[in-house]
T-cell receptor, first 113, second 116 residues
């Protein structure tokens, strides 16, 4: 039972343009979401998060949008840079009371010049 | 302030051998989570430990896998009698306080286990 889904395994974007990565979830009890970025042979690094009491959170070039009614969130990167090329994981914080994370399968972003 | 340290980075084991993966959390962190990433998949939760206690092992296979986090020393994920299907990247994450839900967990660089 996949509770967090990233349906696009890959995305290719030109440098300077917007990258939009999407994520869907099924459990309405999820109330906190995070995006992690992962380079090959490294561990995931935290990028940005959003609580379910908000519909938008912004940090520099990164913005996460949350649509609770659709159980959908998206990560926008503007402008995209070649260094953004990585795998991006969407994760939900398990409502059980501690920092257990439920990850999507990831989207591989390639930003080309 | 050193990050989460995992070792070894790469581990090759023959079928039937034991694999031991180590994780030292960030300084001041007493909560450790282990995740497994199979090829082309996301990270899957395995176990959550605090010092000397297993809090949630709902993601651990029932047999051959065990984890500990002793009072002194790193957390250990132990896989007995490894099989080819155990080949994966194993990541450890730590956090300072379980009550602070949703804050970022800090991940180590992972151990890539290959079973031949």
């Amino acid at each position: 039972d996949q509770q967090v889904k990233q349906n696009s395994p890959s995305l290719s974007v030109q440098e300077g343009r917007i990258s939009i990565l999407n994520c869907d979830y099924t459990n309405s009890m999820f109330d906190y979401f995070l995006w992690y970025k992962k380079y090959p042979a490294e561990g995931p690094t935290f990028l940005i998060s959003i609580s379910s009491i908000k519909d938008k959170n912004e940090d520099g070039r990164f913005t996460v949008f949350l649509n609770k009614s659709a159980k959908h969130l998206s990560l926008h990167i503007v402008p995209s840079q070649p260094g953004d090329s990585a795998v991006y994981f969407c994760a939900a914080s398990d409502p059980g009371g501690y920092n257990k994370l439920i990850f999507g399968a990831g989207t591989r972003l390639a930003v080309h010049p | 302030n050193a990050g989460v340290m995992q070792n070894p980075r790469h581990l090759v084991r023959r079928r039937g051998q034991e694999a031991r993966l180590r994780c030292s959390p960030m300084k001041g962190h007493s909560h450790v989570y282990w995740y497994r990433q199979l090829p082309e998949e996301g990270l899957k939760f395995m176990v959550y430990l605090q010092k000397e206690n297993i809090i949630d092992e709902s993601g651990m296979p029932k047999e051959r896998f065990s984890a500990e986090f002793p009072k002194e020393g790193p957390s250990i994920l132990r896989i007995q009698q490894v099989v080819r299907g155990d080949s994966a990247a194993y990541f450890c994450a730590s956090s300072p306080d379980y009550r602070v839900r949703g804050t970022e967990a800090f991940f180590g660089q992972g151990t890539r286990l290959t079973v031949v």
